[in-house]
């Protein structure tokens, strides 16, 4: 039975009469009220990622100084507009409809608290809507109203309302987050004994996470505020900076969570992987809690009010900890899909496993590319800037920009999109109106959005580019300092980021325009194959070789998944640490050309 509102028939798939469903690809007992709402956040999700993503435009095309789109002053705002529809609001809706998937999905449960998510939903949508008003009004006027970024740091001449948007917007969140919660405290309730499916237990993490960075964040936002309106007659700036990297940096970890989450489910439901070690995995999301909120001073690393050993402990030394459990998932994940491969048959020589995998299935190329390209690009810069010395030659240059891109957009993004690619087939039950430019565009977007956050980094290490300026190849306002030799660089930079606005234009495209028009699959009919012909054979053993609900149920004793080889994985890593050495030693390469001492 659809509901009158729902004119585009997307809530009324056929539910028992309890309101549950058998997912024919997962298996997962899905409950309407479940469903419903990773539908909703999930939608509205991708409307902020059209809007992040025309913002992307305008700031890319006045970066690239030749085109020159936008006024210094326009840029800021158009900048802030871009930041906070990417990088808060795209990702957060879809953390809100990972946790309803890794929570009651997973455990074929109802969603509790109804109230909450629905409220939750309202109240972050307000919070959206208000916080693109406060930019989107700035005056721009520096005694008064200037333009928030993302950081909004103190002493800067804030409006008020950003600050009270910002903290409805986690008031927002924080109700989203409580049927998920209340989940797993009823699970424990019902079944003691029981532990906590991996997904679960990763999304559980994610969430204590984000505790920590919403206190962090309430605190920054709220003590700005409160000085701002003349309640607190000061507000320390480096305090401030300290209190907003706990949400700054928390939400990153919150991304980093949520995307291993989706990796171990996707390559099981759709590669087959397995979990080699329960107790390892786990043990990397546990090292995470304990790390991970250290790594927020890294932020801080030329901030002058801190002492050098207190910076040093907290990136250098402590943090390791949490790189470590990364580089453990890094291990963990792709062992999982080569053992699992290989025990059904799908091995053969060192990388068979690799190559037959599902490569046209766009939720399991999305995963993939995404494990990759963060791991080289993203991961191993962020453990360069993120050591004191060679921060020096990353901090605040559009290098900087690279890293991040690489770690929200091939990593956190492109991830993403395979989920709302997943949800458009298993819940949505849609069929991709062109199944064969779904298969490209993971391709076509990692591909054009790999480029760009290189050519990022290029000009950032080689010129020393600043981020956050509209103006800088001809030269720094203010000085005659040129930088005019980068202008080549930014042509290319510009021509690969039209290329990458482009795949997620198509993004875009693809998901709307198969919500609205693609054929209705029926039930029991659920392959995930995008072109039903040439992998469908593909896609069905996808789905028989994971025909559970949990990912750990009881395996065979006498054939155990680590018993088969993983040699390929281990090859990977090889080639992995060899990067990083190279990188390294090329950064520190880099950092001894800045100047010559005693010359
Ligand atoms: C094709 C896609 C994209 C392109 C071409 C692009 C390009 C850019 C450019 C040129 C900047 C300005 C850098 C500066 O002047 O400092 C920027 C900033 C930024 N972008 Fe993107 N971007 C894209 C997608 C994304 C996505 C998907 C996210 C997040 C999920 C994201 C998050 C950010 C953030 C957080 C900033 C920094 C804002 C600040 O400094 O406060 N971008 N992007
Ligand atoms: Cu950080």
Not at 240 to 247: C, L, M, N, P, T
Request: charged letters at 10%; one cysteine or more; proline letters at 4%.
């Amino acid at each position: 039975m659809s509901h009158a509102l729902d004119v585009f028939g997307w809530f009324d798939n056929e539910y028992d009469g309890e309101g549950f469903r058998t997912c024919s690809v997962t298996s997962f007992d899905v409950h309407r009220s479940v469903e419903n709402y990773v539908k909703l956040y999930g939608v509205t999700a991708v409307v902020f990622l059209l809007i992040g993503g025309i913002f992307a435009f305008t700031i890319a095309m006045t970066r690239w100084e030749a085109i020159g789109l936008l006024e210094p002053g326009d840029y800021y705002r158009h900048l802030s507009m871009h930041a906070w529809s990417m990088l808060i609001f795209w990702i957060i809706f879809m953390e809100i409809a990972i946790l309803y998937v890794g929570g009651p999905m997973v455990l074929g449960r109802k969603l509790p608290a109804k109230w909450a998510a629905a409220a939750g939903y309202v109240v972050m949508l307000a919070g959206s809507v208000l916080i693109y008003y406060s930019i989107w009004t700035v005056s721009g006027d520096p005694t008064s109203d200037n333009a928030p970024l993302l950081t909004a740091y103190v002493p800067l001449e804030i409006n008020p309302l950003f600050y009270v948007s910002a903290i409805v917007f986690l008031i927002g969140v924080t109700l989203a987050a409580l049927p998920f919660l209340l989940t797993l405290w009823d699970e424990k309730r019902e079944n003691p004994g029981k532990t906590l499916p991996l997904v679960t237990f990763g999304a559980f993490v994610a969430a204590i996470i984000a505790v920590q960075s919403i206190l962090g964040g309430l605190i920054a936002f709220g003590g700005a505020l409160a000085w701002q309106l003349g309640y607190a007659p000061w507000f320390d700036a480096s305090i401030y900076r300290q209190w907003f990297w706990i949400i700054g940096h928390g939400t990153q970890q919150i991304n980093l969570v949520a995307m291993i989450v989706v990796w171990y489910l996707v390559t099981h439901v759709i590669g087959g992987a397995e979990v080699v070690s329960e107790k390892v995995s786990r043990t990397a999301f546990i090292l995470y809690l304990f790390f991970i909120v250290m790594g927020a001073a890294h932020h801080l690393m030329v901030d002058p009010g801190l002492s050098a050993g207190w910076r040093i402990w907290n990136t250098s030394y402590a943090f390791y900890g949490a790189t470590f459990a990364s580089l453990i998932h890094a291990f963990t994940i792709p062992a999982g899909l080569e053992a699992g491969r290989r025990k059904r048959g799908k091995g053969g020589g060192l990388f068979g496993w690799l190559t037959s995998a599902p490569w046209r299935n766009p939720v399991f190329a999305s995963s993939i590319f995404a494990i990759i390209l963060f791991g080289f690009l993203g991961g191993i810069t962020g453990v360069l800037m993120g050591q004191l010395q060679l921060n020096m030659s990353w901090h605040n240059t559009f290098a900087t920009v690279g890293h991040f891109h690489s770690t929200v957009v091939l990593g956190t993004t492109l991830t993403f999109m395979g989920v709302v690619y997943f949800v458009i087939r298993t819940m949505f039950m849609r069929e991709f109106v062109s199944p064969k430019l779904t298969t490209l565009q993971p391709y076509l977007y990692s591909g054009g959005m790999a480029l760009t956050a290189l050519m990022m980094m290029y000009v950032g290490i080689l010129y020393g580019i600043p981020r956050r300026t509209a103006e800088v190849v001809e030269n720094i306002p203010g000085t005659d300092f040129s930088i005019a030799g980068a202008a080549p660089l930014f042509d290319v930079f510009g021509l690969v980021a039209i290329f990458a606005i482009g795949g997620g234009a198509l993004f875009v495209l693809l998901a709307v325009g198969s919500l609205l028009f693609g054929d209705r699959i029926e039930p029991g009919d659920g392959d995930l194959a995008p072109d039903g012909g040439s992998t469908t054979q593909q896609a069905t053993d996808s789905r028989t070789i994971a025909p559970r609900n949990d990912l750990e149920q009881a395996e065979d004793p006498d054939d155990p998944v680590h018993a088969y080889e993983m040699r390929g994985t281990f090859v990977l890593c090889l080639i992995f640490l060899a990067v990083f050495v190279v990188a390294y030693i090329l950064n520190w390469f880099l950092l001894t050309q800045l100047w010559s001492i005693g010359a």
